[in-house]
């Protein structure tokens, strides 16, 4: 129960940051997740459970306890019957009993401890369970974020084409008017001033659905106002672990999917002595008390407080059952909890190399976007820099349009690049410190 309570303060805590900001004022990723795990269905599901399994154990523990039972009884007999005097005549009778019982389970085979022990270790493996299912909204939460801060920088350079474009239209317009460019030009760049547009309306609706997928997964009415706010800082000052097998090591003792399948392993375990139980003789203890009152038609018979004093009774009694053959029923049981724990080992091992395989995935994705990042920061400066002198010759007229709009766009697409190395690397290098079991910030 210690578990539960400290589970609930972490619960209480989490919704607290989780409260949603302002109107109109952009989320942080710290904001974002702290909302949706405060308010993301499968988040809860998983919190019910968690208090389902507190509950199962509860009753575990107290089957330790004796059974009380109280009962009271009125029958009513017409013709011939049992008299008060222990003869049969014909009479009407009437019987008002009341009793008192508790009983005791003294022994029964460790069964007992070994269901309040799988009580404990359910609970610890649903606990386990919802803190992976926390870090499974985290990261999908995290990568929205991200794909929204990806989507944003490619409309921002959507835009940026509209407006070199634009300015290119009104210049040739100007230089056609003063015989100096021809229709074919001014035709030319409209035209690429039309797909330009198109290309910033779509970036623009991808925007907007990156926006959608995160405000759904923080469960909002509507992604109308919601954005998010721009990490600062320099990428290249995050570091890379030296290699996916540290990353593992530090993640396959902190990670919750691993826990939550080493808990179930312990259940399989303890599963295994509770089958064995059925094995051991149980011992149960009893007691009660009894009375009751009793008349018959043509008797006189004491009063019914005096007949309820006169017939109080109490009993004790041991029982003891000892299993001889149950039809192998138990030894059939012992075999199957020992399939079972046999099959939880191959899940837990599943469950590590899979998790290795994702480390292994990200940190080689990393790297690549690291040296991706890097290579792209380069191009996108050359590009800027060709752009520039592209741009002087044509003005001054010693490069044609077509060597304008090439320079124009190999810069924009580099920049494009430049954009989706950045947040790779940023992505994938802090999903490598949350499976270190670091807060996933940006």
Same mark, same amino acid.
């Given at each position: 129960m210690k578990k539960t309570v400290l589970l609930t303060l972490f619960l209480t805590a989490a919704a607290a940051a989780g409260a949603q900001p302002a109107p109109g004022t952009p989320w942080t990723l710290q904001e974002c997740i702290g909302y949706a795990l405060d308010h993301n269905l499968s988040v809860q599901q998983s919190a019910l459970q968690l208090e389902q399994r507190a509950v199962e154990l509860n009753t575990a523990e107290n089957s330790r306890l004796p059974g009380v039972s109280g009962g009271a009884s009125q029958n009513f007999s017409f013709g011939r019957g049992l008299t008060e005097d222990n003869t049969y005549a014909n009479a009407n009778t009437t019987n008002t009993s009341f009793s008192l019982g508790a009983d005791m389970t003294l022994f029964n085979g460790f069964r007992t401890r &070994? &269901?309040?022990?799988l009580g404990k270790l359910n609970l610890a493996a649903a606990t386990a369970d919802l803190e992976k299912a926390r870090d499974d909204i985290r990261v999908a939460v995290a990568q929205a974020y991200v794909q929204i801060l990806y989507n944003r920088e490619i409309r921002d350079v959507a835009l940026r084409q509209v407006e070199i474009d634009s300015q290119q239209v009104v210049r040739l317009e100007a230089l056609q008017a003063n015989g100096k460019s021809t229709a074919a030009d001014v035709a030319a760049q409209r035209a690429s001033l039309a797909q330009s547009r198109l290309t910033a309306v779509q970036a623009e609706n991808n925007l907007s659905l990156a926006r959608l997928d995160l405000a759904q997964l923080l469960e909002l009415p509507s992604p109308e106002g919601f954005d998010v706010t721009v990490p600062a800082g320099d990428l290249l000052a995050l570091?890379?672990?030296?290699?996916? $097998?540290?990353?593992? $090591?530090?993640?396959?003792?902190?990670?919750?999917?691993?826990?939550? $399948? $080493?808990?179930?392993?312990?259940?399989?375990a303890r599963n295994i002595d509770l089958a064995r139980g059925g094995y051991l003789p149980s011992l149960s203890l009893s007691g009660g008390l009894g009375t009751n009152y009793y008349t018959s038609s043509g008797y006189a018979g004491r009063k019914f407080f005096d007949q309820l004093s006169n017939n109080f009774s109490q009993y004790v009694g041991l029982s003891l059952n000892v299993p001889v053959f149950s039809r192998y029923a138990t030894r059939n049981q012992v075999k199957s909890a020992r399939i079972s724990y046999n099959a939880q080992q191959l899940q837990l091992e599943n469950v590590k190399k899979q998790l290795y395989k994702e480390i292994q995935q990200a940190w080689y994705n990393a790297v690549s976007a690291r040296s991706k990042f890097e290579s792209s920061t380069q191009a996108a400066s050359a590009a800027s820099e060709s752009f520039a002198l592209a741009t002087a010759k044509y003005e001054n007229g010693k490069s044609s349009i077509t060597e304008f709009n090439e320079a124009k766009n190999q810069y924009l697409k580099a920049r494009s690049d430049l954009a989706q190395a950045r947040y790779e690397y940023l992505y994938q290098s802090r999903l490598l410190d949350f499976y270190r079991g670091r807060d996933l910030t940006l």
């Open positions: &070994n &269901n309040i022990a570091p890379l672990p030296a290699g996916p $097998e540290m990353v593992y $090591e530090e993640a396959v003792d902190c990670k919750p999917a691993v826990q939550a $399948e $080493e808990t179930r392993l312990a259940y399989a």
